[in-house]
């Protein structure tokens, strides 16, 4: 079975590695809402540290790009359109449409800022264990009423685990129905039916057996805290985040 | 693993009855007592019972009528008791293992039971360890070969210190290597001083190890005894006689 993707987590020895996990995750959401409010010239020093970033990750650009290719055709499709639907000078035009200049420049704004949030996000998720990810984002959690941290933690570990169990039993249900020819049905909704009802009960069925499987290694509304520790690196790496984004709000 | 008292057998049960509705299977009537230590096979057709059973003991169900009594206690008393003394592991070892990456879901347990980060990591290393794993700490559980995932559930009963260990058809959808990885590590394990208590429908690949041999039929306790007396009557109730054992020959162990 092949690896899922470039953007898993590999160990390497690289200070975004050896940062704590809560101070990454507090980064990323710094400033992606920075780069949201920020204007091209704002963008400049957070693409710097993500380009550093994304450099301590080892994922070539070139993997990077085939990994991320329908987000990049995405973005693509997103700034064509905004070329084309926003008002002003024209560049090109062709038949009743124009691509404009402003559009253009919107597009590419818009656009650059998307790519700069992916490149942070997948930083993070190539630099940092998924558990350290889910004790951070239970960590953050710990204010807000209803399910305990630790559940929504629980939650989101058993979300990352299962997505590839998921989409595994969903190629061999595609497979066994395409061994009974499933492809002379003409009616698609017929198709849809007879993929989606084994899958959705495979799911259920393997949904089940994990709680009791959870159940039976006793899982309850307590368990071993993450050890978090703070060093100077830390500090020092919320400071120029700080910085940063200040900067990127400001001019 | 917490002191021992001797005075008890580890796992008892008297008049344990349980029904699934609509179905009416289930258990019927079983008393048995398994002392410390003893390598214990259950065999039986499909829907005998067995898995029923080994859920009783780790306190995942709870009795329609009679008792399961572990090292003395009622499961039912103290059922965290019973999970955190009997490890169980499923058929389905997919649908067992929760965790990321392969150290993460060794340390499920062991969080759970809320110790210390130290004793958590000492338990995920020596687990790993025993389990041949170490290498794999970082691999995601589904990049594992069937064989390894198997060892995984194994392991992350392991870590939390149970003094018996419940292995529900553990051979199941393995290949040959990989029935002997997980024999030898079942076998190593009654070598640590634990009791085992192994449910198979296929008893050429373990009887060779075991000490006891119950047979469940229908729900109900259908023979029970030394290997050697019980194994003759296995056909009776659906079991497939070993080959060497047909051949008039003592069954030897699949590790030689």
């Known amino acids: ?251 | 693993m917490p002191p021992h008292d001797h005075h008890h057998p580890i796992l008892a049960t008297q008049g344990l009855s349980h029904r699934f509705k609509p179905s009416g299977r289930g258990l019927h009537d079983i008393t048995l007592s398994i002392p410390r230590g003893q390598f214990v096979v259950l065999a039986g057709p499909n829907g005998s019972g067995k898995s029923t059973l080994l859920r009783h003991f780790n306190g995942l169900l709870t009795p329609r009528a009679g008792t399961v009594w572990l090292d003395g206690v009622p499961v039912a008393a103290d059922p965290a008791r019973a999970r955190r003394m009997v490890g169980l592991v499923f058929q389905d070892a997919e649908s067992q293992i929760v965790g990321e990456t392969v150290r993460d879901d060794i340390a499920f347990g062991p969080e759970n039971l809320c110790w210390s980060c130290d004793a958590v990591d000492a338990a995920v290393r020596a687990a790993m360890d025993q389990l041949g794993l170490t290498h794999l700490a970082d691999e995601s559980p589904h990049l594992l070969s069937g064989g390894e995932r198997r060892r995984l559930a194994i392991a992350g009963v392991l870590a939390m210190g149970p003094e018996v260990v419940m292995l529900d058809e553990p051979f199941a959808n393995l290949d040959y290597p990989g029935i002997r990885e997980v024999l030898r590590q079942v076998v190593a394990m009654h070598g640590q001083g634990r009791t085992i208590l192994l449910a198979a429908h296929d008893l050429e690949k373990v009887v060779g190890h075991a000490q006891r041999l119950i047979i469940m039929d229908k729900g109900r306790i259908a023979a029970d005894g030394p290997v050697v007396d019980v194994l003759p009557l296995v056909e009776q109730y659906d079991v497939r006689l070993p080959c060497q054992a047909r051949l008039g020959m003592s069954v030897t162990s699949w590790l030689n």
Not at chain 1, 4 to 28: E, N, Y
Not at chain 1, 54 to 61: A, C, K, N, R, S
Not at chain 1, 142 to 163: D, E, K
């Open chain 1, 1 to 251: 079975m092949a690896e899922l993707s470039a953007f898993g987590f590999r160990q390497r020895l690289t200070v975004l590695h050896a940062l704590d996990a809560r101070v990454k995750l507090a980064a990323l959401m710094a400033l992606s809402t920075a780069a949201l409010a920020a204007g091209p010239t704002g963008l400049v020093p957070a693409t710097v540290l993500a380009a550093g970033a994304f450099y301590q990750t080892g994922v070539t650009p070139l993997r990077a790009a085939a990994e991320m290719r329908y987000f990049l055709l995405l973005l693509a499709m997103v700034w064509l359109a905004r070329g084309l639907s926003s008002p002003g000078d024209p560049l090109i035009t062709w038949g009743g449409f124009a691509v404009t200049h402003q559009g253009l420049a919107a597009g590419g704004l818009l656009c650059w800022r998307w790519l700069l949030i992916a490149l942070l996000g997948l930083s993070l998720c190539a630099t940092t264990r998924s558990a350290h990810i889910r004790a951070a984002v239970a960590w953050f959690l710990r204010p807000l009423p209803g399910p305990t941290a630790h559940q929504v933690g629980t939650m989101i570990g058993l979300l990352l685990r299962f997505i590839p169990v998921i989409l595994t039993q969903a190629k061999e249900t595609t497979d066994a129905l395409r061994a009974r020819a499933i492809k002379n049905r003409r009616n698609p909704l017929r198709r849809l039916r007879y993929m989606t009802l084994p899958l959705l009960r495979r799911t259920f069925l393997t949904a089940d057996r994990l709680a009791l499987a959870m159940a039976a290694r006793s899982f309850g509304d307590r368990r071993t805290p993450h050890p978090w520790q703070m060093n100077y690196r830390d500090w020092a790496a919320l400071i120029t985040v700080g910085t940063v984004c200040a900067v990127m709000i400001s001019v």
